[in-house]
Each structure stands twice: as C-alpha cells, then as structure tokens.
C-alpha cells in the first residue's frame, strides 16, 4: 500500500518560514519524481517544486529563491523548505511522487501565512 503523508504546516507571518516533510512508504523511493503542488481556495493545483532522481529542482517562479526542495533517499522523504512567506502562499500543500504513468499523492498540509 502506497502512502505519502505530509506534515510541518502551519500558521505563520508573512516573512516567516516553515519546513513541510513527505514521508513515503510502499514505493522505491529513489526511483520516483518527488514534487510539491499547491491549491488555493478558487484556484488551480499548481506545481511548486520538483526533484529529479538525480537530485536536478525546478521551481514556479513565484517561489524562486524562496524555496528548497531536497529529498533523503535513506528515509524516504522529500522536504520542501520554505522562507521569506507570503500571504499569497496560502494553500494546501500536496507532495507527489511520479514515475512515468504512475503518480501518487498525499492527503496535504495547510500553510496559512497571515499577520
């Protein structure tokens, strides 16, 4: 059985950070695409960030500078390191992970950045 659970949302204000961790189980881990996706009420889910096998990110470039992706092969968990929050990025957080055909998500976090 397959599960990816995410954890580390939160509350936080603007200009604050949080650090958002995807445990995985059920997959080898070291084969798939690890990515993060978000939505926020009214809009589109939106890739955020992504981390290749071999350990190449990409980022929306509303994040940019902002953000970290990295994955722990060993513990089968991909992180997302979030500085320098906005409003904006409110939304819930969903990992992903992606081979070829096969995707899998989690059940996602709340990150909510209000003063």
């Known amino acids: 059985q397959v599960q990816l659970v995410e954890s580390g949302g939160g509350l936080v204000q603007p200009g604050g950070s949080l650090r958002l961790s995807c445990a995985t189980s059920?997959?080898?881990?070291?084969?798939?695409?690890m990515a993060w996706y978000r939505q926020a009420p009214g809009k589109q889910r939106e890739l955020v960030a992504q981390?290749?096998?071999?350990?190449?990110?990409n980022y929306a470039d509303s994040v940019k500078g902002r953000f970290t992706i990295s994955r722990d092969n060993a513990k089968n968990t991909v992180f997302l390191q979030m500085n320098s929050l906005k409003p904006e990025d409110t939304a819930i957080y969903f990992c992903?992970?992606?081979?070829?055909?096969?995707?899998?998500w989690g059940q996602g976090t709340q990150v909510t950045v209000s003063s």
């Open positions: 059920g997959i080898i881990f070291s084969a798939y695409v």
């Open positions: 981390i290749t096998t071999g350990g190449s990110t």
């Open positions: 992903k992970a992606g081979l070829r055909s096969q995707g899998y």
